[in-house]
DNA sequence: TGTCGCGAACACATTGTTTC
DNA sequence: GAAACAATGTGTTCGCGACA
């Protein structure tokens, strides 16, 4: 098949003319016009790969931001509050909030090498047809912020890998209000209103927690 | 046993209002 | 004018029953 593809694809007939036939050239990579409507095996194969990577890549999304019915605690989907009534739910903890860069990195690559391979084609630089790191603005960080955006995109409570923890840090270095707003609209961090109701339940278990203690030490005559 | 559809519950984002 | 708080709309999650 591989030896197919490529013999239509790069067959000279394939190719429509610039001049001759301007609407079968622009088919190149279409996303929307009709498979049926291009002569074409260029433009056509072309348009027809451009929307299978694009459901896949919107069925890869999906996948990633929705909530697995069972199984571990998931760090992606944790909550700032809860009352109780819904079961299963995991509340924010402080070690949810501890995290690098690289190792999202890392979890991504391993999640979904597919979508990692997508977001290295739009944001990686290449040098001879390689992929080259630069020392500035490094890819694989815009990667991770881009992907973590889709998933908030995709859903609203799948914020836990890097939005919940933005939120955090923003609030922590006193940013304006209008920049957490700007952040979230963006999809790269929780809404102020999370952010605090996350730092309040953190604040509460931590107090909980030192009251427990001393009670414990004033009960062994400490 | 797994999937689908539905309604209720819930957590969240957004926007408006109050307080300092 | 900015921050804090409250109200409200939105859309995901959950639980359940029906069905294959």
């Given at each position: 098949?591989?030896?197919?593809?490529?013999?239509?694809?790069?067959?000279?007939?394939?190719?429509?003319?610039?001049?001759?036939?301007?609407?079968?050239?622009?088919?190149?990579?279409?996303?929307?016009?009709?498979?049926?409507?291009?002569?074409?095996?260029?433009?056509?194969?072309?348009?027809?790969?451009?929307?299978?990577?694009?459901?896949?890549?919107?069925?890869?999304?999906?996948?990633?931001?929705?909530?697995?019915?069972?199984?571990?605690?998931?760090?992606?989907?944790?909550?700032?509050?809860?009352?109780?009534?819904?079961?299963?739910?995991?509340?924010?903890?402080?070690?949810d909030v501890e995290f690098t860069m690289e190792d999202l990195a890392n979890l991504y690559?391993?999640?979904?090498?597919?979508?990692?391979?997508?977001?290295?084609?739009?944001?990686?630089?290449?040098?001879?047809?390689?992929?080259?790191?630069?020392?500035?603005?490094?890819?694989?960080?815009?990667?991770?912020?881009?992907?973590?955006?889709?998933?908030?995109?995709?859903?609203?409570?799948?914020?836990?890998?890097?939005?919940?923890?933005?939120?955090?840090?923003?609030?922590?270095?006193?940013?304006?209000?209008?920049?957490?707003?700007?952040?979230?609209?963006?999809?790269?961090?929780?809404?102020?209103?999370?952010?605090?109701?996350?730092?309040?339940?953190?604040?509460?278990?931590?107090?909980?927690?030192?009251?427990?203690?001393?009670?414990?030490?004033?009960?062994?005559?400490?």
């Open positions: 098949m591989a030896d197919v593809i490529e013999l239509f694809y790069n067959h000279h007939k394939s190719r429509p003319s610039k001049k001759k036939a301007p609407d079968q050239f622009a088919a190149a990579f279409s996303p929307t016009k009709p498979l049926h409507e291009i002569r074409y095996a260029r433009p056509c194969l072309s348009g027809w790969a451009t929307r299978l990577v694009g459901d896949h890549a919107y069925f890869r999304v999906g996948k990633m931001a929705r909530k697995k019915r069972a199984g571990e605690r998931s760090r992606r989907h944790i909550r700032a509050t809860k009352n109780g009534r819904a079961k299963n739910t995991n509340v924010v903890e402080w070690e690559k391993e999640e979904d090498e597919f979508l990692w391979y997508f977001t290295e084609c739009c944001a990686a630089p290449r040098k001879k047809g390689k992929v080259v790191v630069k020392k500035t603005r490094p890819h694989p960080v815009i990667q991770v912020g881009a992907i973590s955006s889709f998933i908030t995109s995709r859903n609203q409570y799948a914020s836990g890998d890097l939005g919940l923890p933005l939120g955090i840090w923003l609030f922590a270095c006193q940013a304006h209000v209008d920049v957490e707003r700007v952040f979230c609209r963006f999809g790269y961090s929780v809404s102020d209103s999370t952010a605090r109701a996350a730092l309040n339940t953190l604040t509460d278990a931590s107090l909980n927690d030192l009251k427990k203690q001393v009670r414990d030490a004033i009960d062994r005559g400490e």
